[in-house]
């Protein structure tokens, strides 16, 4: 797993494996209450019952970062995961039929691609109002357009392959074709497009919740931690620090994961 | 160059009429009655017909919808329900703000990004190199919504230099600036880097060294604006995320722009306001990009061709 010459690899696989155990096993061990309101803890500085501070309403800010932990990567996977598949499909089918049916979808994608940055997912939160599943369909819709992008060209290009002429001309259909022969070539740019995503999609549930666009308090997330945070940057810092630590370093690992992935299989994202 | 312009403005008209498609139907995406939604559930019947009629969502759609891109092509971009105002004066209130933002951060990140991807790409696996390329890293990977409060308790709070939010002179400017310049820097700093190293393993490098030409000379003369190329395609790739920073920066620094116009119209359910701001990013952002594609072409001229 661990690769000699490829540091990010290591640091990358370190990270994010202290990450999702942080999020799995942290609100196990660390047993405070995210939600319980200690009126005598206002703002009260890191100690020894509370490592990270307390919050303007005396919660426990280490409780909420790991509480916040498992909401940004599950949001994140699942965001992930349904871009991968739906975008997958999109470009393969837009690959393999190709013609007018090709140049719809990419004009489509296009379309999906003039809305710079997260302000599709702005837009369809603004829409749909706050709330997780809300929250899954404005990134879902944002994310897609990379993945089929990716799917789109590998096939285009491997379809050209003898390989796979061959098996076209001896009559495996679309779907053989697709699963035994272009798949597998599309792996690695889509692991290391996955991987650099989920890294994007935490930025962005935290930026959206950042917003109120996102997870609504007190449900604990990083976003709506550091804009809580932003009242008390000169008596309690700590409010900033500890969510945005905890954003960096979750981002930091999956681009480093990211970077080394793409050197294992030589593909850029 | 003529033909590829031409062909290009061309290539927009589907993608700007998506956009606007896309933004008409905002407003009929929100779930149950917008007009409830902004009026709220105590309005008066009289109020919700007014205000129904007003938005002129009581004509049936297709007329909703021509009257919507008719009203676009003469910069009609409907009233605001909390302002009473035009949307398109709104906008264009602050649309300068958002990009003197945006502009100073494009020039923080370029004033970064030379020295780190020069001092990398000079001497892979050195120091230096090692140093940049870290800094690069964590520079892509620190959020604005923290790197933004981070400088605003050191240079605002904790040493006073700097202003903390508004907008104003050059000093007002610095620290959203850096914020949002700071992550296109580092991926900017490792593209040059990248293409640095490719460059100098090509053949006319080898020629220009060989020719006597010092290191230093070669790779500024040859291998830099070469390198340029795929520098200004990443610039265009940024843009987008340039662009849609400003909105958080904006958040952050209370800056006069359109994001904070947009989070703001999104909070009052002012939908012409949010269908408006919504369109003004867009737009920018294809012709932002549709620049850079042209820069791109009189760089490299075998562009044009393809």
Known sequence: MIARGNPSLTIGVTTVVAVVLAAILGPLLFRADPLSIDLANILAGPSRAHPFGCDALGRDVLARVLWGARLS??????????????GSVIGATAALSGGRIDNLVMRGVDIFLAFPGILLAIALAAILGPGLIDLVIALTAMGWTGYARIVRGEVLTLRGRECVLAAETLGAKNSRLLMRHLLPGVVGPLAVQATFGIGGIIGAEAALSFLGLGAIPPTPSWGNMLDAGRAFLLVAPHLTTAPGLAIGFSILGFNLLGDGIAQKVGHRA | MKNYLVRRLLALVPVALGVATLTFAIIHLVPGDPVIAMLGETAAPADIVGMRHQLGLDRPLPAQYVAYLGGLAIGDL???????????????????ATIELAAAGMLVAVLLAFPLGLIAGANPGGAGDLGAMGFAIVGISVPHIYLGPLLMILFSLDLRWLPLTGRGGIAHLVL?????????????????????????????????????????????RHGLKNALTSVVTIIGLQMGALLSGTLIIEIIFSWPGIGRLLISAIGSRDYPVVQGCVLTFAMTYVVVNLATDLVYAIIDPRVRVS
């Not at chain 2, 409907?78 to 300068?96: C, D, M, N, T, W």
């Open chain 1, 73 to 86: 990567l599950s949001i994140s996977t699942i965001v992930v995961a349904i871009s991968l598949v739906v």
């Open chain 2, 78 to 96: 409907g009233e605001s329900i909390s302002y009473r105002k035009p949307v398109s004066r709104l906008i264009a209130e602050r649309f300068p």
């Open chain 2, 176 to 220: 959203p600036a850096i914020t949002l310049g700071t992550a296109l820097a580092a991926i900017l700093a490792r593209m040059l880097r990248q293409s640095l190293i490719r460059v100098r393993a090509s053949d006319y490098m080898r020629t220009a060294l060989s020719k006597g030409l010092s290191a230093r000379a070669a790779l500024v």
